[in-house]
Each structure stands twice: as structure tokens, then as C-alpha cells.
């Protein structure tokens, strides 16, 4: 995926008190599918699922990472604190 724009969502610890390691956390906007390149160990698919319907398969125990549910709550509910200029350099 190539995102055109990239707003800023906040950032988190990863796991408090433990380390101090920050997360921070970004929506991807005005996207358009390019080519996958994984490395030779990854196995993917990638697929458009609407964010309500994400929101839904995360409140439904459907997605199996800790932090998914945060993670589009924050996209759904949070206005972006500061959007990227335009020409930021793009991740990966």
C-alpha cells in the first residue's frame, strides 16, 4: 500500500512500566494498492475492510493482536493532532 497523506494519531507506551519504548501512531489516508514485497519468511494477505466493519471483528474477539482494538478505536474516534506536511517521507 502507498499512502498520499499520514496523520498523526498520538503515541502510547508499549508496555508501561517495563520499558520505555513509545508508540507512535499514524493514519494512513488516500491509499492505493501497489505491489507486495515481503521478505522470504512473511506470508500475508492483504485485503480493504471498511473501519467500522474492523471496529467490529476487533470488539468481536475476531483479531488476535492485543493492541488492533486500540489501535481503531483511535482511528475512528480520535481527530488527527497534527497532520503530516505534504511530502513527508513515506514508511518502509
Known amino acids: 500500500m502507498l499512502a498520499r497523506r499520514w496523520d498523526r494519531l498520538g503515541e502510547y507506551f508499549s508496555s508501561p512500566g517495563v520499558f520505555t519504548e513509545v508508540i507512535h501512531l499514524f493514519l494512513a489516508r488516500d491509499l492505493e494498492a501497489t505491489e507486495a514485497r515481503p521478505e522470504e519468511h512473511e506470508v500475508f494477505e492483504a485485503s480493504w475492510v471498511p ?42
Do not use: K, N, S
Open 51 to 92: 473501519l467500522d466493519e474492523a471496529v467490529a471483528l476487533a470488539a468481536g474477539g475476531q483479531l488476535h493482536d492485543a493492541e488492533d482494538p486500540d489501535r481503531l478505536l483511535w482511528a475512528r474516534d480520535r481527530p488527527p493532532r497534527v497532520p503530516d506536511p505534504a511530502g513527508a517521507p513515506q514508511p518502509g
